[in-house]
């Protein structure tokens, strides 16, 4: 996340970066864990810009904790209809291990939604990764999280960007989207 951090603050946002553990702790006490960072003393968090499986967490922290601090929220590539790259790759011993204690959450993906937060999600489209090995090549996905499943209905906006599940981390133009989400609500079209 550090050259998104970078980007963020070159345009006038402070950013701190939370740390999780997905092959140790199960995602409630992730939960929490984050609930505590967002509510710190000095950490004036009114937005959330997450990651992946860092999306899901965000996104039931949120929903466990309506008072936590926050404006917006930009995701990117979480998979909020559940992974079907990860539900065939956790039948594989050797990569089953990273997923941890993630595993049913990247597999079911959302349940609930979090009330009155504007949240949007930018989904790649550059199919390079684990998805190709694991049997979704052809169908349109940041090489691990198909754009489908980056889709749900309590979301204010979508956008699909061509950069992998990765780089998107590293994307100028994901760190643009996202600073034009944190800034109108909405992504530039």
């Known amino acids: 996340m550090a050259p998104l951090?970078?980007?963020l603050r070159r345009a006038g946002f402070q950013?701190?970066?939370?740390?999780?553990?997905?092959?140790?702790?199960?995602?409630?006490?992730?939960?929490?864990?984050?609930?505590?960072?967002?509510?710190?003393?000095?950490s004036r968090l009114p937005h959330f810009v997450a990651h992946s499986m860092g999306?899901?967490?965000?996104?039931?922290?949120?929903?466990?904790?309506?008072?936590?601090?926050?404006?917006?929220v930009v995701?990117?590539?979480?998979p909020l209809a559940g992974s079907s790259v990860a539900k065939r790759v956790s039948r594989w011993p050797a990569v089953r291990t990273?997923?941890?204690?993630?595993?049913a959450t990247l597999i079911g993906g959302?349940?609930?939604?979090?009330?009155?937060?504007?949240?949007?999600?930018?989904?790649g489209t550059r199919s390079l990764g684990l998805g190709l090995v694991a049997g979704s090549a052809g169908q349109k996905s940041d090489g691990t999280v198909l754009a489908e499943e980056?889709?749900?209905?309590?979301?204010?906006d979508h956008i699909e960007i061509p950069a992998t599940h990765t780089t998107m981390l590293l994307s100028a133009e994901v760190a643009?989207?996202?600073i034009m989400f944190l800034r109108a609500g909405r992504f530039d079209r």
Request: contains cysteine; hydrophobic residues 30%.
């Open 98 to 103: 990273l997923f941890g204690t993630a595993e």
């Open 150 to 156: 980056s889709r749900h209905d309590g979301l204010d």
């Open 15 to 42: 950013t701190r970066s939370f740390a999780y553990s997905t092959t140790r702790h199960d995602l409630e006490r992730q939960v929490e864990k984050l609930y505590r960072f967002a509510c710190s003393p000095g």
């Open 176 to 178: 643009r989207q996202a």
């Open 75 to 78: 995701l990117m590539g979480s």
């Open 5 to 7: 951090a970078r980007r």
């Open 55 to 72: 999306g899901l967490i965000t996104l039931k922290m949120l929903e466990n904790h309506p008072q936590t601090p926050s404006g917006r």
């Open 110 to 123: 959302v349940r609930g939604w979090p009330n009155n937060r504007e949240i949007g999600m930018i989904a």
